[in-house]
């Protein structure tokens, strides 16, 4: 079992709506949780960070915790064409700097 | 500001060769990870580098792998016999010391191994 979990999608939604994407891990003392955006073809690029329950907005992304549920998500508000892509959730190992991530779901925003 | 710079960006290699990827983080960033990438296993982490000295190569697959960091400014992964098998797409990133969760990758190697 992978120790990060997501649904590969692909996840449709309209422009201008939100976007929910999910992540589960499976290691109870992880501690800090990021989400990246990967265009298909590129890199991974960060979008947030997290490491206390509940919710981290910036701007139009929120990243929730809730650690009780080994549960992160990532929301995107007033989703846009350019949003389309896959987004990578990751946690870290322990306390260096290790990152495990999840196989990524993809996002189609659809004008 | 120059990110993170891989080379080659695609290889093309038969089975058995070595084949060597080499990478130069951000200037004065003081972490630099080896990351592997397939559609079967998604993104893993190979081995990280602080300072220049491997601090958890957990993630190297066998010992046909191995990876260097010279200096501040360079580092390689070798693969000595390829197989196909080791086909993917190879990224390195690097990260600063006082914000190391962020992680700047590199635009990544394909390597293909016929």
């Known amino acids: 079992q992978k120790e990060v979990e997501q649904n590969s999608g692909p996840l449709s939604v309209p422009e201008g709506a939100i976007a929910s994407l999910n992540c589960t891990y499976s290691?109870?003392?992880?501690?800090?949780f990021f989400w990246y955006r990967q265009y298909s073809g590129k890199s991974p690029e960060l979008i947030m960070f997290i490491y206390s329950n509940g919710d981290k907005e910036d701007g139009r992304f929120t990243a929730q915790l809730n650690k009780a549920s080994q549960y992160v998500s990532l929301l995107i508000r007033d989703s846009q064409p350019s949003d389309s892509a896959t987004y990578l959730c990751?946690?870290?190992?322990?306390?260096?700097?290790?990152?495990?991530f999840g196989k990524g779901t993809s996002l189609l925003v659809t004008p | 500001d120059a990110g993170v710079i891989q080379s080659p960006r695609h290889e093309v290699t038969e089975m058995g060769q070595e084949v060597t990827l080499r990478c130069k983080p951000i200037?004065?960033?003081?972490?630099l990870f080896w990351y592997r990438q397939t559609m079967m296993r998604g993104l893993e982490l190979l081995i990280y580098?602080?300072?220049?000295?491997?601090?958890?190569d957990s993630g190297m697959p066998e010992d046909r792998f191995s990876a260097k960091m010279p200096n501040a400014s360079f580092s390689t992964l070798k693969i000595q016999p390829s197989e196909p098998r080791d086909s993917a797409v190879y990224f390195c990133?690097?990260?600063?010391?006082?914000?190391?969760?962020?992680?700047?990758f590199g635009p990544g190697t394909r390597l293909t191994v016929l």
């Open positions: 290691d109870r003392g992880s501690q800090s």
């Open positions: 990133a690097s990260s600063a010391l006082l914000s190391a969760d962020t992680q700047y």
């Open positions: 580098f602080n300072n220049n000295v491997p601090i958890d």
């Open positions: 990751a946690v870290k190992k322990d306390s260096g700097y290790a990152l495990n």
């Open positions: 200037s004065g960033h003081d972490y």
